[in-house]
């Protein structure tokens, strides 16, 4: 029998109480956080969609590993765990173990960057583009456009731009091609097999460097599995697999898809390169068995690595993603669609295209999200990436979107039903929204910090001010 109830495909053994503040007590709890929902403490949310990263809850299984965990500084057997658990995933004879992603990404990046190279990616991620330039090299981002786009694989990367790209730079001036799987900067969108095998025969002939960012590489292997017919019969995990062989190296932040709420490693094929990174490695995370995690960390990964391609675990975490999303978008919530693996997205210059964009609708979004309903989300738009220019006037970012993060076995459907409910409130009340002015701001990655005030909001004006 086929049962239309999607489940949770877990019990609940410990549980962390939330604490049901009213709406009176958030308003003062946004005044005290300047606006800026980073600036919280965790406590004062209800449902917290801030990211999908380290958030995670470990399974008995993997709470049970850690007892097991060997706190050995050399070759303790946590780590030969973790080394064959990452090997029968990649594929790829080198791992690096670091505390997480953006170490791998500062260690790959700084040992192959540098000025006068280029990194090319369907998306970098913010650290991804920081750990780049912090080399000296460039980061160009050539996501498929929309109009060319498979709709399934709209996180795809430009085959025609790539060509073009190698071109114009020479293939020697490439440092790698880092193809990230789903594309999260780009709306969570996965890539298809298709794309990466077109990449990697580009790669290949041109002698390039493929590198995989593939953080949240079982969730891009459900929408393959689904959506490219040639891939109806694999398993998750063996999807996973034919993408790692098309690449030379693995980069993870293991707080995704590893399922642990710390971690991150390097996998690689050239012995050469490999010996390369593990001299910084040593010198910035720690001997090449343990990278920056203790033993009982590396239990968890190993576990969280193969967990992660249950096919009940991976039906529920998509469902459950795609659940928000379509319910939001039947309330007329402009959502980016279809919706991606863990996270929904929406475009907030579309719910609230009263607010001038260097009045930061998204940043609006999120206040009213945390006002209404205690949910927490993050702004991805002219707060993250908007620009000066010479004048001071804002340069705003390409969209203004906000990105409702969903952690891993973390909620359950009725959390959901309520972040829906909450939404209902929030398009009810859309046009009485204002804006935010920046009070307070730093030079780099200003969204972590900024203080805000918000303008003349007639409600904010009778319940804040
Ligand atoms: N690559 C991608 C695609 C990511 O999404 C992230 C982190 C990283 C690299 C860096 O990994 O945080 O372990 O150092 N993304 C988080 C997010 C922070 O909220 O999307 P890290």
Known sequence: MKFK?????????????????????RIQFLKDAHYNTFLLSSD?????????????????????????????????????KLEKSIRDLTGMPYILPTHQGRAAERILYGTIGRKGKTFISNTHFDTTRANIEFSGAEAIDIPVKIENSNEHFRGDMDVDQLKELIKI????????????????????????MKNAKEISEICKAHHILLILDGCRIAENSYFVKHYESAYHDYSYRDIAIELCTLADGFVMSAKKDGMVNMGGFL?????????????????TEGFTTYGGLSGRDMEALAIGLVEVFHPDYLHYRIVSTTYL????????????????????????????????????????????????GGVRSVEVGSVMFGKYDEQGKLIPAARELVRLALPRRVYTQSHLDYVIEVFEHLMKEK???????????????????????????????????
């Open 44 to 80: 004062q949310v209800i449902i917290d969609l801030l990211t999908d990263s380290g958030t995670s809850a470990m399974s008995n299984t993997q709470w049970s590993g850690m007892m097991l965990g060997d706190e050995s500084y050399a070759g303790a057997s946590s780590w030969f």
């Open 169 to 192: 730079k020479g293939a020697e001036n490439i440092a790698a091609v880092i193809l990230t799987v789903t594309n999260n900067s780009g709306g969570g969108q996965p890539v298809s």
């Open 5 to 25: 109830t999607i489940i949770e495909p877990f019990k609940i053994k410990m549980v962390e109480p939330i604490l049901m503040s009213t709406e009176e007590m």
């Open 267 to 283: 996998a690689l094929r050239n012995q050469e390169l490999a010996d390369a990174c593990k001299n910084l490695l040593i010198i």
């Open 431 to 465: 046009s009485n929204v204002r804006g935010y002015k920046i009070t307070k701001e730093t030079k780099f990655l200003r969204h972590f910090t900024a203080h805000f005030i918000p303008l003349q909001s007639e409600l904010v004006e009778q319940k804040v001010i």
């Open 325 to 372: 999303g379509e319910h939001l978008h039947k309330l007329g919530v402009p959502v980016i669609l279809p919706v991606g693996g863990h996270a929904v997205y929406i475009d907030a210059a579309k719910m609230y295209p009263h607010i001038p964009l260097d009045e930061y609708p998204g940043q609006a979004l999120v206040g009213e999200m945390y006002r209404v």
